[in-house]
């Protein structure tokens, strides 16, 4: 099937009359879409290969992290990888940075294990980051690994395997510093541990106490200020179902006593419990936290971000804060039930969406109704706009950033899975 494409004079005279319905309300569409195009959210590397690495074919997943489907087209090298990120990011407006993980690193025919890594494993990357004009965050890979077999890392019992984990969390911090030199831009370094149990535990207590030394080890030594560190938390996952040692608790704590930022992801808290609030809490107490885009579904299933009422509290969220310095935005979701190009496009898209529509609220006007406690009226108007024709303001965006209007993409996205995808 051929997508229509929407022509220029269509998508200008379609934006001319959306402009005209916002300036209603003081709403200066062009500088919201100067600004839109500023804001980099960090694409994950991680949905073009199922979360597989190149460390080894036989690695099989674990962590909790499952990737269900086999569609064709599966990045197998380094290469193909970077290929298909390329051609994801041309189909995506705005500003583009990619999120590594360490068991993305190419040993050169050579294995290297996690915790002997260094930069020079990421020389391509660094190349690649440098010809495209893109920045790169990284993440300790602290799963898919024997060493990680027994559910527990960093807060190990055995000395050996801690350790192991330890230096991981060490070399990682080396490598970001060098991403952050190399590319002379600020770098997210993200840990997430898978560590919990299944069942009743009865000795969580000196669990988190080697989990807490661990980092503290890791982080002991002072780094290039550009790299920005993080620590994630999480409810649950497959395996760890009754106790994780990195809680939400937990790290809010650490971070808040070791000035780390928290990472917030969209799928680690309670089924029907959302993020949007806990942004105004913890940034009283921390400089910045780290967002993971995505839309779990029962569980945290890592499905595909689309534009819901989820995400889009977030984004307004983030506007209604003026919190854009304070907040860093990442995608995190694999599906391997379809093509990999488009759930990296969708995904990042409906992100950009969301903050644009949040972007196109009367936010100070919002806030002066409810501080005179005029509530009808407010409410009427957050009503109002959700039918304002904000995808008129989005297709010039894309316009403006040399990038398909519309459905449009999906034809370059096809043509792409049909000569180069199927061919694998």
Excluded at 222 to 229: A, L, S, T
Excluded at 269 to 286: R, V
Excluded at 315 to 341: P, Y
Aim: hydrophobic fraction near 40%.
């Amino acid at each position: 099937m051929n997508y229509p494409s929407i022509t220029k004079e269509t998508t200008e005279q379609a934006y001319k009359q959306a402009q005209a319905r916002y300036s209603d309300f003081d709403i200066d569409t062009e500088s919201i879409l100067a600004k839109l195009a500023t804001i980099p959210i960090s694409m994950h590397c991680w949905q073009g290969d199922d979360v597989g690495g190149f460390e080894s074919p036989d690695t099989a997943l674990s962590g909790g992290i499952m990737a269900t489907g086999n569609h064709p087209g599966k990045a197998h090298t380094p290469e193909e990888l970077r290929t298909d990120i390329e051609m994801a990011m041309s189909l995506i407006p705005g500003a583009h940075r990619l999120n590594l993980h360490a068991l993305y690193r190419e040993d050169g025919g050579k294995f290297v294990d996690r915790d002997a890594i260094d930069a020079s494993h990421f020389s391509s990357w660094i190349d690649w980051a440098k010809e495209k004009k893109i920045g790169i965050d990284f993440n300790p890979s602290f799963f898919s690994h024997p060493k990680a077999a027994s559910g527990m890392t960093l807060s190990s019992p055995d000395d050996g395997i801690r350790n192991f984990w330890i230096e991981h969390g060490k070399r990682s911090r080396e490598i970001a510093a060098a991403f952050a030199e190399a590319l002379n831009e600020p770098v997210v370094n993200s840990f997430w541990i898978p560590d919990g149990t299944k069942d009743l535990t009865v000795d969580r207590w000196d669990a988190r106490k080697r989990l807490t030394e661990s980092y503290d080890e890791i982080f002991a030594k002072e780094f290039d200020p550009r790299v920005k560190e993080a620590v994630e938390c999480k409810l649950f996952g497959i395996g760890s179902e009754e106790f994780v040692v990195g809680s939400h608790e937990f790290y809010m704590g650490y971070a808040i006593t070791r000035n780390k930022m928290l990472c917030l992801d969209m799928g680690h808290f309670h089924p029907t419990e959302t993020i949007h609030d806990k942004l105004s809490a913890m940034l009283n107490f921390i400089p910045e936290v780290l967002i993971h885009v995505s839309r779990p579904i029962r569980w945290d299933s890592d499905h595909v971000v689309i534009l819901n009422d989820n995400l889009l509290d977030l984004a307004r969220e983030i506007v209604r804060g003026d919190a854009f310095d304070r907040v860093n935005i990442a995608t995190d979701f694999f599906d391997a039930s379809i093509c990999r190009i488009g759930a990296w496009v969708i995904g990042l898209r409906a992100t950009q969406q969301a903050l644009l529509q949040a972007m196109l609220e009367p936010t100070d006007l919002l806030k002066q109704l409810e501080r005179e406690n005029r509530g009808a009226e407010k409410l009427a108007l957050m009503e109002s706009f959700k039918t304002l024709p904000m995808g008129a303001v989005w297709d010039q965006f894309c316009l403006q950033q040399n990038t398909p209007v519309g459905a449009a993409w999906l034809n370059d996205m096809t043509k792409y899975e049909n000569n180069v995808l199927a061919k694998r």
